[in-house]
């Protein structure tokens, strides 16, 4: 299952982590988030133990949306060695998602 990723715990979680992170930026009334919601799930199946797969609810931790200048949700950054490498805005299929996170790994 994807973490739950706040402001208070963002920096150890995603900053502090030896592997790459995959940060799903959200909201309950955005649409396009709830169909991406469930592939985030299923990435954060397939790479437990490989990456890092969180979520963070940008109306409940504005600071870290701020800090990465969030505008459009779903946004998906991409993170490795504490910096962002990659992002994603608007859904895309799960192909794409995965693929990015591939390129982190390799």
Known sequence: MALEITDANFEEVVL???KP??????????????????VVEEIAKEYDGKAVV???NVDNNPQISTQFGIRNI????????GQVVDKQVGAVPKSIL?????????
């Open 16 to 18: 502090k982590s030896d």
């Open 21 to 38: 992170v995959l940060v799903d930026f959200w909201a309950e009334w955005c649409g396009p988030c709830r169909m991406v919601g469930p």
């Open 54 to 56: 969180g979520k963070v």
């Open 74 to 81: 779903p946004a998906l950054l991409y993170f490795k060695d």
């Open 98 to 106: 995965a693929e990015k996170l591939n390129k982190q790994l390799a």
